[in-house]
């Protein structure tokens, strides 16, 4: 294995051991375990097949954590757009969880867990939400806002909500876009995007603008009037205006006519909405 050391998975010439040895030895020649844009041929080859399964038990069980981790790949891709073995795999990964000392092997497993778009997913992630590592919080983010999008768990709503605080920016980013798509309307997520609002990671708080329009906030509507008239107006404020539709924010749409061109479209949408309503007399 050019010279790293041999895998301690058991027979791994047998069930298709051969590709199992490809997966790890991937892993190990992964630069600096990256934990972006991770590729990972072989195990998610695995991933795909009948075996899937039996092969990840037969990582998980590994005292090493890069094996492990080939593991919790092999079981994203396993539940990446197939819900029929989510509830396997999410409890293995679950199971994985309480000695995953090895900061890539913990992001591996919630980016396994990102992937099944399942509310069973929810605990585990929520368990993860706490990591020391940004990318892992952010990863939960991620899974997090999938997981509980069809039915609001109030478990995955409170670890949303404390991760659109993190100090990491793309961790409040993530964590604003998940409150700010969920239909829940309680004062809880409501309170969290105001807190967000303001904040100086221009994504993050133009999540939080969106998602309050679309609740209707009203109060919102000067905070969107001064977005729209700065020197950068991202597709994210003409959303929040269109959702608005307030007359008072028909000027600042109209004149972004003469240079905004990131989604015409949009823009054509939102000056619409923003037209006085007439009344007859």
């Known amino acids: ?36 844009c991770h590729e990972g041929p072989a195990a998610e080859a695995i991933g795909r097949s009948l075996n899937a399964l039996s092969a990840a038990r037969r990582l998980a069980a590994s005292r090493d954590p890069l094996e492990r981790a080939v593991a919790a790949h092999v079981l994203g891709s396993l539940v990446d757009g197939n819900t029929a073995n989510v509830d396997g795999a999410t409890a293995l990964l679950d199971g994985m969880i309480q000695d995953a000392i090895h900061p890539h092997l913990e992001w591996s497993i919630a980016d396994a867990l990102r992937l099944t778009c399942h509310p069973s997913a929810v605990e585990p992630l929520s ?14 983010a991620m899974g997090l806002a999938g ?10 709503v409170e670890q949303l909500v404390r991760l659109s605080a993190d100090p990491d920016p793309t961790v409040r980013d ?61 597709k994210l ?3 929040a205006a269109a959702e608005l539709a307030d007359p008072t924010l028909l000027e600042p749409l109209r004149s972004l006519r003469d240079w905004w061109d990131v989604d015409p479209e949009l823009l054509e949408r939102a000056i619409a909405a923003s037209q006085p309503t007439v009344t007859s007399t």
């Open 1 to 36: 294995m050019n010279g790293t050391r041999e895998s301690s998975v058991e027979d791994p010439t047998s069930d298709g051991g051969d590709l199992i040895a490809r997966a790890v030895q991937e892993e190990r020649a992964e630069p600096e375990l990256t934990d972006q």
């Open 127 to 140: 368990k993860l939400a706490a990591s020391k590592s940004s990318s892992v919080r952010r990863t939960v």
């Open 147 to 156: 997981a509980i999008a069809a039915d609001g768990d109030s478990r995955g």
């Open 174 to 234: 993530w964590a604003t876009f998940g409150l700010s798509q969920l239909d829940d309307d309680s004062e809880q997520v409501r309170s969290a995007l105001w807190d967000r609002v303001d904040d100086s990671h221009y994504n993050t708080r133009s999540e939080a603008l969106v998602g309050l329009a679309a609740r209707h906030e009203r109060a919102l509507v000067d905070r969107v009037r001064a977005e729209l008239q700065t020197d950068y107006v991202g």
């Open 237 to 239: 404020v003409v959303e």
